[in-house]
């Protein structure tokens, strides 16, 4: 069984290992919704062809990659918490599906108990 890693943030928002709950899920994919959403705002502000919008443009490529990594891995232990296997992850990539499967990821209810992946997340303290 896994055990639980000591930095709560870097394991949340990218390591692969474990079990995320729904509620964590959800909470973490509105925080990068919300830093997704600055350099973007910059973006829309800005006027064409000027230094604001090659900034904003750097802004939402240095902000997107690191959510792309933390969305795919919090998916993978969502997955993991559902017991469904992890290389569902890869809908995400298809435009049409991936929102859907962003649904189905957060709505899917977890497996009862302890599984190969670590203890419930749900259990107090965890």
Known sequence: MARRPGSRMRWLLFSVSGRLSRRAYA???????AVLAIP?????????????M?????????????????????????????GLPAILVAVL????????MLLIITLWPSAKGPNKHGPAPDRPGY
């Open 93 to 100: 990539v298809i435009p049409a599906a991936s929102l859907f």
């Open 27 to 33: 909470w973490a994919l509105l925080f990068w919704m």
């Open 54 to 82: 090659t900034m904003a443009g750097f802004g939402i490529i240095f902000s997107f990659l690191p959510a792309a990594w933390s969305i795919a891995v919090m998916s993978i232990k969502r997955l993991h918490d559902a």
């Open 40 to 52: 973007i705002s910059a973006a829309v502000r800005a006027e064409a062809d000027s230094q604001a």
